[in-house]
Nanobody
Framework: QVQLTESGGGLVQPGGSLRLSCVAS??????MGWFRHTPGKERKFVAV????????YDADSVKGRFTISRDNFKNTVYLQMNSLKPEDTAVYYC???????????????WGQGTQVTVSS
Protein backbone atom coordinates (compact mmCIF):
# COMPACT_ATOMS: atom_id res chain seq x y z
CA GLN A 1 0.00 0.00 0.00
CA VAL A 2 1.40 3.37 -1.02
CA GLN A 3 1.73 6.02 1.62
CA LEU A 4 3.17 9.54 1.44
CA THR A 5 4.08 11.10 4.76
CA GLU A 6 4.90 14.80 4.98
CA SER A 7 6.69 16.62 7.77
CA GLY A 8 8.38 19.93 8.45
CA GLY A 9 5.52 22.37 8.43
CA GLY A 10 4.98 24.97 11.12
CA LEU A 11 4.84 28.64 12.00
CA VAL A 12 7.58 30.91 10.70
CA GLN A 13 8.07 34.65 10.50
CA PRO A 14 8.16 36.45 7.15
CA GLY A 15 11.59 36.09 5.60
CA GLY A 16 12.21 32.82 7.38
CA SER A 17 12.78 29.32 6.05
CA LEU A 18 11.27 25.87 6.36
CA ARG A 19 12.15 22.51 4.86
CA LEU A 20 9.35 20.11 4.08
CA SER A 21 9.98 16.39 3.67
CA CYS A 22 7.85 13.66 2.16
CA VAL A 23 8.69 9.99 2.51
CA ALA A 24 7.09 7.56 0.09
CA SER A 25 6.50 3.97 1.13
CA UNK A 26 5.03 1.09 -0.84
CA UNK A 27 6.27 2.27 -4.21
CA UNK A 28 8.72 4.32 -6.21
CA UNK A 29 7.66 7.11 -8.52
CA UNK A 30 9.12 8.99 -11.43
CA UNK A 31 7.48 12.26 -10.45
CA MET A 32 7.20 13.63 -6.93
CA GLY A 33 5.80 17.07 -6.39
CA TRP A 34 4.34 19.60 -4.03
CA PHE A 35 1.01 21.41 -4.19
CA ARG A 36 -0.51 23.87 -1.76
CA HIS A 37 -4.06 24.73 -0.81
CA THR A 38 -5.66 27.66 0.95
CA PRO A 39 -9.36 27.78 1.91
CA GLY A 40 -11.60 28.90 -0.90
CA LYS A 41 -9.00 28.32 -3.60
CA GLU A 42 -8.02 25.41 -5.81
CA ARG A 43 -5.06 23.24 -4.98
CA LYS A 44 -2.11 24.94 -6.65
CA PHE A 45 1.02 23.45 -8.14
CA VAL A 46 4.29 24.43 -6.45
CA ALA A 47 7.05 22.23 -7.86
CA VAL A 48 7.81 18.77 -9.21
CA UNK A 49 10.97 16.73 -9.64
CA UNK A 50 11.53 13.61 -11.71
CA UNK A 51 13.64 10.57 -11.01
CA UNK A 52 16.74 11.99 -12.72
CA UNK A 53 16.49 15.30 -10.86
CA UNK A 54 14.87 17.52 -13.46
CA UNK A 55 12.57 20.03 -11.79
CA UNK A 56 9.81 22.46 -12.65
CA TYR A 57 8.40 25.26 -10.51
CA ASP A 58 5.43 27.55 -10.47
CA ALA A 59 7.58 30.44 -11.63
CA ASP A 60 5.25 33.25 -10.68
CA SER A 61 5.01 32.44 -7.03
CA VAL A 62 8.00 30.45 -5.84
CA LYS A 63 10.86 30.29 -8.30
CA GLY A 64 14.04 31.67 -6.80
CA ARG A 65 12.78 31.10 -3.26
CA PHE A 66 11.84 27.41 -3.18
CA THR A 67 14.01 24.46 -4.14
CA ILE A 68 12.77 20.94 -4.67
CA SER A 69 15.11 17.98 -4.35
CA ARG A 70 14.90 14.24 -3.83
CA ASP A 71 16.86 11.36 -2.41
CA ASN A 72 15.95 8.29 -4.43
CA PHE A 73 17.71 5.96 -2.01
CA LYS A 74 15.52 7.24 0.82
CA ASN A 75 12.46 7.59 -1.44
CA THR A 76 12.08 11.11 -0.12
CA VAL A 77 11.34 14.47 -1.70
CA TYR A 78 12.15 17.79 -0.06
CA LEU A 79 10.96 21.35 -0.47
CA GLN A 80 13.33 23.98 0.85
CA MET A 81 11.41 27.21 1.28
CA ASN A 82 13.33 30.44 1.82
CA SER A 83 12.29 34.09 2.04
CA LEU A 84 8.82 33.01 3.07
CA LYS A 85 5.94 35.44 2.67
CA PRO A 86 2.52 35.54 4.34
CA GLU A 87 0.96 34.55 1.01
CA ASP A 88 2.87 31.26 1.20
CA THR A 89 0.61 30.26 4.08
CA ALA A 90 -1.20 27.08 3.05
CA VAL A 91 -1.50 23.37 3.58
CA TYR A 92 1.28 21.78 1.54
CA TYR A 93 0.65 18.38 -0.03
CA CYS A 94 3.13 15.90 -1.38
CA UNK A 95 2.09 14.08 -4.55
CA UNK A 96 3.53 11.19 -6.53
CA UNK A 97 2.86 9.73 -9.92
CA UNK A 98 4.28 8.63 -13.22
CA UNK A 99 4.07 11.75 -15.35
CA UNK A 100 4.18 14.77 -13.07
CA UNK A 101 3.49 18.23 -14.42
CA UNK A 102 1.43 21.03 -12.94
CA UNK A 103 -1.99 19.40 -13.06
CA UNK A 104 -3.09 17.63 -9.91
CA UNK A 105 -4.92 15.07 -12.05
CA UNK A 106 -1.52 13.72 -13.17
CA UNK A 107 -0.75 12.41 -9.70
CA UNK A 108 -1.95 9.12 -8.31
CA UNK A 109 -1.03 9.42 -4.65
CA TRP A 110 -1.23 12.21 -2.09
CA GLY A 111 -0.02 12.84 1.42
CA GLN A 112 -2.18 14.09 4.25
CA GLY A 113 -0.79 17.61 4.09
CA THR A 114 1.30 19.76 6.41
CA GLN A 115 0.36 23.27 7.50
CA VAL A 116 2.75 26.13 6.80
CA THR A 117 1.91 29.46 8.40
CA VAL A 118 3.95 32.57 7.69
CA SER A 119 3.12 35.29 10.16
CA SER A 120 4.74 37.76 12.48
Amino acid sequence: QVQLTESGGGLVQPGGSLRLSCVASGGTFNAMGWFRHTPGKERKFVAVINWSGGSTYDADSVKGRFTISRDNFKNTVYLQMNSLKPEDTAVYYCAAGRFGGSSYSNYDYWGQGTQVTVSS
